[in-house]
């Protein structure tokens, strides 16, 4: 911009010095010449400029409106000093009807009583209000998001530890079944309360059953454990030989009891089907 208004003031002067002018004469070998015009336009200028008026001298400025609020909003008022000070001059500006450039800020004690400051205001305190509700979901929202990864962490790991059915029982002293190789034999000692034992151990896999556990053996297992419950829980003071074949015998009179009953339900659902 002040490049510009330097340039013009060049302009000026040159077109001063042309106007004003006057041929000289000069002799030379007994005749008549006369002295060139001087032409003082700055270089790159066209020879036309020197027959315009000064009227004609504008500066025209597009897509310059220092709008942003970041290091432009230190410019601004740099720009719009120049302007004036090209205006000072008697030297046209020209800005676009959508240029920000020449829009001061609001008048302190001033632009308070204009109805669109008071407008735009209360929209902008409302948007104010607006955001810092959202941010503070957002907030929130974090915090929630990092309880739920942590407690997703946490069950990864447990479905990577509890979930498979081939681990061996905790409390239990754990040895190698004879003649398996595999290392998947279990005593019967357990150093957990006996109250807190189930009835019967939970059958391993079908597999698994076949190749480390002999089935007459885990039977007998079971039963045991099962006498020791009884014994334990109630107090009795019968033999344990006498107490295992009363526990069998109460198993067995209740299998039969189920085998009965569901050989009745089918007989009933054939009658009902005919």
Known sequence: MALAIDSIEQIRYARKAWKEWTPEPKFTAGSINYVERPNFLPEGIAAAELDKPDSDDVIGLWGVDMAAHDEYAYQRPGCQNLVLEAMRRDIGVYLPPESDLMRPMPVY????????YIKLTSRAKELSAGTQMAQAQIEEAKIKMVGMQGESHALNYFVSTWTSPYGMLPGMIIRQEPRTGMGSG???FDGRPITRMNLA???????LQAMTVDPEAQL???AVAILAIHC????????????????????????????????????KGKKHRR
């Open 232 to 267: 334990g829980e109630r107090g009795t003071s019968e033999g344990a030989i006498e107490t295992l074949k009363r526990i069998i015998a109460e198993r067995a009179s209740a299998v039969d009891a189920a085998l009965r009953a569901t050989d009745a339900l089918k007989h």
């Open 220 to 222: 007998w297992r079971e």
């Open 201 to 207: 151990p939970a059958p391993p896999a079908p597999v």
């Open 186 to 188: 279990i005593t019967q």
């Open 109 to 116: 004690g001033i632009s308070e009583w204009d109805h669109n």
